[in-house]
C-alpha cells in the first residue's frame, strides 16, 4: 500500500500570504498525484492532476510541483475563499488501489 | 449534467449488513471506472473501493477486504457496494465518484456525489 503523509496538518495563514502543503509517498509513484480542496458541508473539488496541471477555473494562485515521492500544493496568495483542507491522492497503482493523503487544514491565522 | 446520487444509507447494528447504491447520469457510464469514497465527519478521506468499466478488476482498501463487494449495472447505470460484517470504525459519509478520464489508470475524480450517511452503531 502506498501510503501518503500530508505535513503540516494545519497551516495558520493571513490573507496574502503564501501557503504550502507537502505531500510525500512512500514510494516512488512519478506524477500519478492530485489534489483537492474541501470546504465545509461540500464534497472535495479537484484543484490540480498530474502533479502540476491545473483544472480549467482554478485560479492560478494554485499550483502543483513535484515527482517521485515529494509533492507540493502551493497558494502564492491566500484568498477568504481558500480557507479550507486539502488533500492529496495518488493513482499510481489503480488498478487495484488508491490512497489520499491526511488532509491539510488552511485556516485564518 | 452528470449526477451520481447515492442511496442505501442509514443506522445498522454492529455486524449487520448494508447496501449502497449509487445512481449515474450524464455521461456514458459503461466507459468509466467508478468508485466508493468514504469520510468520517470531521475527518479525512479513504478511497474504499473501486471497479473497471468491464468490472473485470476490483480493489479494495485492506480494511473492509471480505466484508466489502463493489459491483456494477452498466445496463442500469449504477454502482453498487454491499457491505457485510459492519463495524462501527465504517461509520462515515459514503461518496459514489467518478474519475475525470474514462477508462484510464488516470484515476482523479472529478464528480463526486452528495454522499449517504452509514451509522454503526448499538
Known amino acids: 500500500e502506498i501510503v501518503l503523509t500530508q505535513s503540516p496538518a494545519t497551516l495558520s495563514v493571513s490573507p496574502g500570504e503564501r501557503a504550502s502543503v507537502s505531500c510525500r509517498a512512500s514510494q516512488s509513484i512519478s506524477d500519478n498525484l492530485a489534489w483537492y480542496q474541501q470546504k465545509p458541508g461540500q464534497a472535495p473539488s479537484l484543484l490540480i492532476f498530474?502533479?502540476?496541471i491545473r483544472v480549467t477555473g482554478v485560479p492560478p494562485r494554485f499550483s502543483g510541483s513535484g515527482s517521485g515521492t515529494e509533492f507540493t500544493l502551493t497558494i502564492s496568495s491566500l484568498q477568504s475563499e481558500d480557507f479550507a483542507v486539502y488533500y492529496c491522492q495518488q493513482f499510481h497503482n489503480w488498478p487495484p488501489a488508491l490512497t489520499f493523503g491526511g488532509g491539510t487544514r488552511v485556516d485564518l491565522k | 449534467e452528470v449526477k451520481l446520487v447515492e442511496s442505501g444509507g442509514g443506522l445498522v447494528q454492529p455486524g449487520g449488513s448494508l447496501r449502497l447504491s449509487c445512481a449515474a447520469a450524464?455521461?456514458?457510464?459503461?466507459?468509466?471506472?467508478m468508485h466508493w469514497v468514504r469520510q468520517i465527519p470531521g475527518k479525512g478521506l479513504e478511497w474504499v473501493s473501486g471497479?473497471?468499466?468491464?468490472?473485470?478488476?476490483?480493489g479494495y482498501v485492506d480494511s473492509v477486504k471480505g466484508r466489502f463487494t463493489i459491483s456494477r449495472d452498466n445496463a442500469k447505470n449504477s454502482v453498487d457496494l454491499q457491505m457485510n460484517s459492519l463495524r462501527a470504525e465504517d461509520t462515515a459519509l459514503y461518496y459514489c465518484v467518478r474519475p475525470r478520464v474514462a477508462g484510464a489508470s488516470q484515476t482523479f475524480f472529478d464528480y463526486w456525489g452528495l454522499g449517504v450517511l452509514v451509522i454503526v452503531s448499538s
Open positions: 450524464g455521461f456514458d457510464f459503461e466507459d468509466y471506472a
Open positions: 471497479i473497471t468499466w468491464n468490472s473485470d478488476i476490483k
Open positions: 498530474r502533479a502540476s
